[in-house]
């Protein structure tokens, strides 16, 4: 019998991953390779060079979940295929959005009847839905002042300068101006009063956040609410409220029921939350429910004939999977009440545990307050010798992700580090990470403080003749700080 | 030792999940319950009324891929709990969808020096990736005529009525006006001389389709492209093009690598495709590619400190999954050109035995072009006695959705069914779905016209003549005239 010469084929089928000739070859960057290659190389190539990502558990400046429970994750890979938007080709999974909307409104305390369903829609995040109640807002106003003859092509939104990213891409891709109420030192928040000051008759809403990003403390919604209502009696402009639940709406009515910021206050016409934040599923959900079909003006909705029966569909986004949509009805069924406050109260709890150990430490001011959402933000009693990012970095060495960053105007003097406590974050590990931080503490104490860099990014002055490497060092050193420092844009939230 | 009534803790703990009052109360659809259920009863209560759903893999309207190997399977439950957006926490995630940008760039041969980095971004899919573009050009244009002195209220965008809904939803919710170019019987897709005609001052941009939804056909952006270069010389106005590949993006490359409709034509500014149709990815992800970092103006992109480092960001979501991203990235390196290719081909030659198979019945006009996005629309040679809806109606019996829908203006009187031929529809199942279609047409033929039941309640509101009727006929004749009426 001859011999054919097939090495390729052998190469192929028997050699393992590891041996095979794949892991010898550079991955294609900037061209799709020619050639096919076995799926096993290309998950292990794959999977191994992720291994050198953050690990999701331990990246404690994210709000978005990180863990959930394998039956869920059962159910999440079952649909993975389901193109969510062919609502006729998949009734069961549209109902699962309809239930879910229906359920937040009715913990948002939306004004509806027995049977009535709710206005609302499943989005793939906040800023969607935040760009999705903006884009109601402005169509409202604007119909309103043509209705009045009055000039429409100056609408304004007022905010505060805490506010998230999103609010500032809603306002310049949707071209509305972006008022916003400065903060100052100690005060991180919008300020109600100053707020309904800046409204104008331009004005299309005022944006209230409900779980500030930089230091988690909730805005006075209810006093905003009453500002406003004396002033529209005086004005007749009916200016609206926004409420930006994205991660306070999952935790408010749970660990503070009495606390009125919802529908239960008038003024107040839509609110977004993120189902993947304190809603306990994987990012890529969230939600916008308006008070009233008054408040969704039926215009912004298309009826289409896609796919052969007809759609109503208001977003911005048209396919995406359906997982998340289903993970989160099987949140709200499994846990349902109770289960949402268990693990509110176990996240509080955590919070207070490092927010106390942390003070004992001697060394923090803590800048976030009790009633928000569970995070820790801290900044150094005394930052001449190192600074908030120093110790950032160095708790990477142990592995934790912990952001610091700066406040936005008036306040950029002011730098925190923040710890957010997720559902997955025990008490074992708050712990741990005070045990950590300690160590960094003590490390740094012990090196020699770096130069002095002013945050207005003043050129460094060295006046100690040092040698080449020295100087060397130092110079890196403040460049690196400085191009951090000059990144840190007033975009911070 | 006492037994102590725990009846509720046996309750839970050891009954199986049918056996438990967890399958016996009602499910909450309004508010949330007040008490936690177990996990096991969770899962199988939703589980069980997904199976009511209709089955990914036979819904033959989709162009978005409903299968995938089991190994990518893995990277995509890995890579579940990962928040896309956090670029300084997974770097390497971030570079992944790099160097996506980047094979998907060259793949449309955008005009990049040796290691020059591509303009793009991945988005959930095609309509934020449109939207993305749009508003590109919308900012462009609009900084333009700032600097002419001109008027920069009314933009325009010029396309064809088969348009997506999505440039319609652009339209709207972005205040720029839509100037479609309406279709003719016969002739589907967008005519290049009559949108060039449709150009003026205001004009933002035309946009191309590359994969017509309704019929698959590929626009000649090569005539539209020579149109307007005239157009553009005669006028000064520079009109860009944007080309809506959302599916055919991934298969012209592979099939047809010598039809220019690509960055291979000056004027093409922008080319968005649909990692979720035939790049062979599960829902929820699409690409833009910008020729060159002219074409996207630097006040759109916002650079944010929101988790500690600096962060660009040009996307409508901010928070998403990974996993689709990692996907595609396997896609691209796993297939390669050849394996796109294979399948592409494969896709091709499948959609050709079916619409041979439909064209012997003998009862069909194939609508769909040879050279397109594989799938076929036909519909019936005869519909007076029944359409092409029930048609599809009753094929659902058989576990097949082939939608039937109505062509846009001015083409509404013409009805199609369409087939799109995916990755995962083999040939066995292509001559499976032909012989159930003969089989359905066998049973309509034999059912009664149901259009004397709509012609004679049409004629009632024509001449308020009354045709007397049972009450059990009248009933059916006006739920059948409702149900087509309402699909129609």
């Given at each position: 019998m001859a011999l054919s010469e097939t090495t390729l084929d052998t190469d192929l089928s028997v050699h393992s991953t590891f041996a095979s000739r794949y892991v010898r070859t550079s991955l294609p960057r900037f061209k799709i390779p020619d050639n096919s290659i076995p799926k096993e190389a290309a998950f292990q190539i794959i999977n191994d060079e992720l291994m050198l990502d953050g690990n999701p558990r331990l990246n404690l400046a994210s709000f978005v979940t990180t863990w959930m429970e394998p039956e869920c994750d059962k159910l999440i890979m079952a649909s993975i295929n389901k193109n969510y938007v062919d609502m006729d080709e998949y009734p069961v999974t549209t109902e699962l959005q309809n239930r879910c909307v229906n359920m937040i409104a009715h913990l948002f305390n939306a004004p509806l009847g027995e049977s009535e369903a709710a206005v609302g829609v499943g989005t793939v995040g906040s800023s969607e839905a935040i760009m999705l109640a903006g884009l109601a807002f402005k169509r409202k106003w604007q119909n309103r002042r043509k209705a009045e003859g009055k000039p429409y092509d100056k609408p304004n939104i007022v905010t505060g300068a805490n506010v998230q990213v999103c609010w500032e891409k809603f306002a310049r891709y949707f071209e509305v101006e972006l008022k916003e109420v400065k903060l100052r030192e100690d005060y991180y928040v919008m300020d109600p009063e100053k707020a309904v000051e800046m409204v104008d008759e331009n004005t299309i809403c005022v944006a209230a956040i409900l779980g500030s990003t930089l230091n988690g403390e909730f805005e006075d919604v209810k006093r905003l609410n009453d500002l406003l209502a004396e002033k529209n009696k005086e004005t007749g402009w009916d200016t609206p409220i926004h409420v930006d639940a994205a991660s306070g709406g999952f935790i408010a009515p749970f660990l503070?029921?009495?606390?009125?910021?919802?529908?239960?206050?008038?003024?107040?016409?839509s609110i977004n939350v993120s189902g993947h934040k304190y809603g306990l599923v994987y990012a890529g959900i969230g939600w916008v429910i308006w008070r009233?079909?008054?408040?969704?003006?039926?215009?912004l909705i298309f009826h289409i004939n896609y796919l052969g029966a007809d759609q109503p569909t208001f977003t911005l986004n048209f396919s995406k999977g359906s997982s998340q949509v289903i993970a989160q009805y099987y949140q709200l069924i499994r846990m349902g009440f109770q289960g949402y406050k268990n693990v509110m109260e176990n996240c509080r709890d955590n919070m207070i545990v490092l927010k106390d150990s942390l003070e004992q430490t001697g060394r923090f001011n803590i800048v976030?307050?009790?009633?928000?959402?569970p995070l820790v933000a801290f900044s150094l009693k005394d930052s001449s010798q190192h600074n908030e990012f120093e110790l950032s970095d160095m708790l990477r060495r142990y592995g934790w992700i912990v952001p610091a960053y700066t406040m936005p105007p008036d306040a950029q003097h002011v730098t925190v580090l923040r710890v957010v406590i997720r559902e997955d974050f025990s008490r074992t590990l708050a712990e741990r990470l005070v045990n950590d931080i300690q160590k960094v503490l003590q490390e740094l104490d012990a090196l020699p403080s770096k130069p002095k860099v002013s945050i207005c990014g003043d050129d460094n002055k060295v006046v100690v003749k040092k040698t080449a490497l020295e100087t060397q060092r130092e110079v890196t050193t403040v460049w690196r700080k400085f191009v951090m420092e000059r990144k840190k844009m007033n975009g911070v939230c």
């Open positions: 503070h029921p009495e606390l009125e910021w919802d529908f239960r206050l008038p003024w107040v016409k009233s079909k008054e408040d969704l003006p039926e215009e976030s307050k009790d009633v928000g959402v």
